[in-house]
């Protein structure tokens, strides 16, 4: 059983930036960041294959804002997000898949998820 340990939400300003946080990660997982605002549905982010070459894949919504990324020990994984605006402000989700990363970024895949944390962003 995987239990994913998100941290680093907040609030902050709108132009500012937040990094996010998920512990355990695995070789060979699928990582991935979701998010969800009230009355929206969940919305999947950038995903990364830890162990693999490093690159990050990620929805239109965030690309070139968003970076996902896993540290040296293959133990952590990230998401920093620059440029926030308020319509960034949601609940922002880790999920895991325990086997290679499928084309997308869809929920249904992952099997694990952490418990959310949320990130506000004011104007």
């Known amino acids: 059983q995987v239990q994913l340990v998100e941290s680093g939400g907040g609030s902050v300003q709108a132009g500012g930036s937040v990094r996010l946080s998920c512990a355990p990660t695995?070789?060979?997982?699928?990582m991935a960041w979701f998010r969800q605002a009230p009355g929206k549905e969940r919305e999947g982010l950038a995903k990364i294959l830890i162990g693999g070459s490093g690159r990050g894949y990620y929805a239109d919504s965030v690309e070139g804002r968003f970076t996902i990324s896993q540290d040296s020990a293959k133990t952590t994984v990230y998401l920093q997000m620059n440029s926030l605006q308020p319509d960034d402000t949601a609940i922002y989700y880790c999920a895991a898949r325990d086997d290679y990363c499928n084309p997308g970024i869809n929920s249904g895949d992952f099997g694990y998820w952490g418990q959310g944390t949320q990130v506000t962003v004011s104007s």
């Open positions: 695995y070789g060979g997982f699928c």
